[in-house]
């Protein structure tokens, strides 16, 4: 043993401290034999001694074998190592993965094999205190000294620890509240841990404010590994309005009186402020008709015009019903499918009702009631492109923003009132969470309270927390080709600021997500409080830790180009992560917290990688539509339960979300296991397809790339389309921009029309962003029978004409049946879209002549006395 190398070797690198009992990793691309190295006895850790274990864990090895143990002060080659050709089992090939040469810093010599199978080194580790934190990497080889065989080990990763002391540290910081009115208080949640090796003596926290008003708490001896939470009550003079946004620190031991094994983690910011003021409620606005102008040249604008109708676009009544309307497509001779989709859902949860049938004497369930309310959601205002966050240029926004989500939660909280009075006193149920969006409370009860519900008629809909689904639904540079983002990316438009993604977690220490980082928010909702935030529960892990799924969807939205231009996301932008599934599945109530944290923060657009059993009238798509009245686009997975009609999931089954259908990215053939429409209501499913099985981030390890299909895969290129054209509206010097405008968009890029027709597998099919030529969008508002017109101009140099139509639905309404035609220039109808049963339409005229021309938009029927917003998008080139 050389241990002075070792000595030498952590002063140089100025090695930091560590955990007592040192860490033990495995590392390499799989290509040796799992579990052939091992520590088998001992602690890594200055002064202490550990044993090595070499396994002949492949079964190769004859007996009297030998093991040559080495450490060394560098590792080769990561992540898999350098392959040798005969130096795995059977005359396979090895990977080597420890530096030879002059970082061998050790070695055990030859070992016999006892019993044929295991050789063990004993290590002593020298008492130097430089030791603690350094790294050193172990690998063995195991051969027959008769040649019979040999291979390496898999290769161990070893952090040294230091002396045993304490180390307090801070978990987290939060409140149990986003809000606060004046007047009112709220309570800190402040989460210590010891994570030493050595009891701790009793101290206290102290948390403080940017003004410097503080509060502090006891905290007692902790035994090493464990934790405690404080609960501090704090009135809302700590936190003023004038100090919007109020962050606040916490230090533990602020006067230094426990020693500790690194005094550098004793002090934790929180990232989420608390905001002061008064709530508001504010009814919707309906958007005002517009018309807007822009000319593209290779994503880039280069032109803008608007013009704004205040008193509503003209319209005009008397135009004779198209004859084929609602008859047979006149160019293929089909009907459209009515009544095809999935029966209305109970109104409690049949498996729901099961489980409660099981409890014993004192047992209580858990369950979500959505509950009757008539609060609408308003349109929140857009947090400031390109500005920070929490910036002084961005504060008006956000506390308007603030004070108008919590009008909505407190308003509709208030709604439920009585129910909650009712199932608490008469049936000592407890209501544990109210969910804003959706208007949906988390209920804690006995046996026999679901039969009240259902019979209630303040009850819409009772639900499981867990849910049965266990499953979250080339390059990435192939991908964004198919999509057309990569033009509007190099011309500025990389995304909006903020995406959520509502997922299984994220490997947040992936290349991809550092230098630059991209990940502003990481919290995880299975096990967070009603607010994500860390409260101390021991599962609590925001870490993409189970279904190497959630990190594969970030980077493919903003993953940055350390690893090359293949592995770039499709945008730029922050992305938050809400963690709503765990190693059981999704779970409802998550899903229901990452909504609401979401929209409050300003996402402007909400990935969904969730495939719920719901229905479109369920919690989850309820959550889904409140999120786009609140200016958000959700964009959502459509499943993979296909094929089979009326499979397609929740929230993609949203009325006002687009789910997302998927197609192979090198075939471009669809994917037999996609979800499909109709929803309940026969609205097609998807709405439109992206490309899937593309290779991409992976939680295996920092830098490991693997494929990723499904959906899940297509979804987050779909997302990051809208990000991008969202942005780029916004680079139009448009200060709010509505959902349903991207998502015409999106829409009019596709390649399917109402006589090819739509269908419940692809949707308007395959999608790409326009490049060239002119973009008109806008809105208008119309009445039964209403005909609006939309004048464009088709020049010598263009010959196509595209356009699409989307309009926004709620559940349980008579379905708004819209058409739009494209006429010639003599006003003759060139074509037309003539769905009965979509929220969408899109037709295309190619060899179009030039000059002016209508879009005609036709309210074929809205019920009596109510108008209807349609959002537009027409690309001339």
Request: net charge negative; hydrophobic share 40%; glycine share 10%.
């Amino acid at each position: 043993m050389r241990a002075k190398n070792i000595v030498a070797a952590a002063l140089a690198l100025g090695a930091p401290a560590l955990a007592q009992s040192g860490q033990v990793t495995p590392y390499g691309c799989g290509t040796n034999p799992a579990g052939s190295l091992k520590v088998t006895a001992g602690a890594p850790a200055v002064g202490q001694s550990f044993e090595l274990t070499a396994l002949d864990a492949a079964g190769s090895l004859p007996p009297g074998s030998v093991a040559s143990i080495l450490l060394s002060g560098a590792p080769l080659a990561l992540p898999c190592g350098v392959s040798l050709p005969g130096f795995g089992p059977g005359d396979t090939a090895g990977a080597l993965l420890i530096g030879l040469g002059g970082n061998i810093l050790a070695s055990s010599g030859p070992l016999p094999m006892v019993g044929g199978d295991a050789a063990v080194y004993p290590f002593a580790v020298p008492g130097n205190p430089a030791l603690a934190g350094f790294k050193v990497y172990a690998q063995a080889l195991m051969f027959d000294p008769a040649g019979s065989d040999q291979y390496l080990s898999e290769a161990l990763a070893i952090t040294l620890g230091g002396t045993a002391q304490p180390n307090l540290t801070l978990r987290s910081v939060s409140t149990s509240d986003h809000v606060i009115a004046p007047g009112e208080s709220t309570v800190l949640h402040v989460v210590v841990r010891n994570e030493g090796g050595a009891p701790s003596a009793p101290t206290t926290v102290e948390v403080c404010n940017a003004a410097g008003k503080c509060v502090s708490g006891d905290v007692p001896a902790l035994p090493a590994g464990t934790s405690l939470v404080l609960n501090l009550s704090v009135g809302w003079n700590l936190f003023e309005p004038s100090n919007n946004p109020n962050f606040f620190t916490a230090v533990i031991d602020p006067d230094g009186k426990v020693a500790e094994s690194d005094e550098s983690d004793n002090a934790h910011t929180a990232v989420k402020p608390l905001m002061v003021v008064e709530p508001i409620l504010v009814s919707p606005v309906v958007e005002i008709d517009h018309d807007e102008v822009l000319t593209i040249e290779n994503g880039v604008l280069t032109s803008y015009q608007r013009k704004d109708y205040p008193q509503g676009a003209p319209v005009e009544l008397d135009v004779p019903v198209d004859p084929n309307k609602g008859g047979t497509n006149p160019a293929n001779g089909l009907m459209e499918a009515l009544g095809q989709g999935p029966a209305p859902a109970p109104k409690v949860d049949p498996k729901l009702q099961q489980l409660e049938q099981a409890l014993e004497q004192g047992q209580q369930i858990d369950y979500v009631v959505k509950y009757r309310h008539q609060v609408p959601m308003p349109r929140l205002p857009d947090l400031t492109a390109e500005l920070e966050r929490f910036g002084p240029d961005n504060m008006a926004a956000f506390e308007l923003r603030a004070a108008m989500f919590e009008g909505v939660r407190r308003a509709r909280r208030n709604a439920a009132a009585e129910l909650v009075q009712t199932i608490q006193g008469q049936f000592g149920a407890q209501v544990l969470e109210h969910y804003a969006l959706c208007g949906s409370m988390l209920v804690r009860a006995p046996k026999g309270l679901l039969q009240f519900l259902n019979q209630s008629d303040d009850v819409l809909h009772v639900e499981r927390v867990l849910e049965d689904e266990s499953t979250p639904p080339d390059s990435v540079a192939d991908g964004r080709d198919l999509i057309d983002t990569d033009a509007y990316f190099n011309g500025g438009a990389t995304g909006v600021n903020y995406t959520a993604l509502l997922d299984s977690g994220i490997r947040s220490s992936h290349t991809l997500f550092t230098g630059p980082d991209h990940i502003y928010f990481e919290e995880d909702c299975v096990y967070g409080n009603s607010s994500c935030a860390d409260t101390g529960n021991a599962s609590y892990d925001p870490d993409d830790d189970f279904w190497d799924h959630g990190t594969s969807t970030a980077a493919i939205l903003t993953g940055n180009s350390d690893l090359g231009n293949d592995s770039r996301g499709v945008t730029a932008g922050w992305v938050d992560s809400w963690k709503v599934y765990n190693s059981a599945g999704l779970n409802t109530t998550a899903v229901l917290r990452g909504f609401d944290e979401a929209v409050y923060w300003g996402d402007k657009v909400i990935v969904c990688e969730i495939q719920s059993t719901q229905s479109e009238t369920g919690s989850i798509a309820d959550a889904a539509d409140d999120a786009f009245e609140a200016g958000c686009c959700v964009i959502a997975a459509n499943g993979n339960y296909g094929p089979g009609l009326g499979t397609v999931a929740s929230p993609a089954n949203a009325h006002k979300a687009i789910g997302v259908g998927a197609y192979d990215v090198d075939s471009l053939v669809n994917e037999s296991y996609v979800s499909q429409g109709p929803t309940g209501d026969d609205r097609y499913k998807p709405d439109l397809q992206a490309p899937t099985n593309t290779d991409t981030a992976s939680n295996i390890s920092s830098t490991t790339i693997n494929n990723f299909g499904g959906t899940s895969g297509a979804t987050p290129y779909a997302a990051g389309a809208a990000s991008i054209f969202a942005d780029w509206f916004g680079l139009g010097a448009l200060t709010e921009v509505a959902a349903g405008k991207v998502y015409a968009g999106l829409l009019v890029g596709g390649t399917r029309e109402w006589d090819t027709p739509f269908n419940n597998t692809e949707g308007v099919g395959r999608f790409a962003l326009p490049l060239n030529g002119t973009l008109y969008t806008g809105s208008r508002t119309l009445s039964n029978g209403d005909n609006a017109y939309v004048t464009i101009n088709v020049p010598s140099t263009a010959d196509t004409v595209e356009v699409a139509i989307w309009w926004a639905e709620k559940p349980g309404w008579t379905h708004r049946d819209m058409d739009v035609y494209i006429q010639r220039p003599d006003g003759t109808t060139s074509d037309s879209s003539l769905s009965v049963p979509s929220v969408f339409e899109r037709v295309k005229v190619n060899n179009a002549s030039s000059g002016n021309r209508d879009i005609r938009i036709h309210a074929y029927s809205v019920p009596w006395l109510k108008n209807q917003t349609v959002y537009y998008a027409i690309h001339v080139h």
